[in-house]
């Protein structure tokens, strides 16, 4: 079994910026792919970064350019920069990993650990 912590949202103004934490523990070596999501209120919740096991990475397009998402295999962690953040920003962002070795996974369903998730904020 994976648990998946995150850690690192809160209140921001619009043009500001946050950077939210995953932190993994348990069966490790099942962790590979990853990515953030983020729902919205009355929206479906949707990949907003990915990263495989190769570091290879992809964005949903609202947030390429501003969003950062990065690794730290020693920590078993993985973070999600994110820059010159908007109100339509504001979501609960879930944390996601899978054993996949060898792709960027884009859609919910390939994912077999979810995080809590952790509200982010944008204030106009």
């Known amino acids: 079994q994976v648990q998946l912590v995150e850690s690192g949202g809160g209140l921001v103004q619009a043009g500001g910026s946050l950077r939210v934490s995953c932190a993994a523990s348990g069966s490790i070596s099942e962790i590979n792919a990853m990515a953030w999501f983020r729902q919205a209120p009355g929206k479906q919740r949707e990949m907003v970064a990915a990263?495989?096991?190769?570091?290879?990475?992809n964005y949903v397009d609202s947030v390429k350019g501003r969003f950062t998402i990065s690794r730290n295999k020693s920590k078993n962690t993985v973070y999600l920069r994110m820059d010159s953040l908007r109100p339509e920003d504001t979501a609960v962002y879930y944390c996601?990993?899978?054993?996949?070795?060898?792709?960027?996974?884009?859609?919910?369903?390939?994912?077999?650990?979810w995080g809590q998730g952790t509200q982010v904020t944008v204030s106009s």
């Open positions: 996601a990993a899978d054993d996949n070795l060898w792709a960027v996974l884009d859609e919910e369903y390939e994912y077999a650990y």
């Open positions: 990263i495989s096991s190769g570091n290879s990475t």
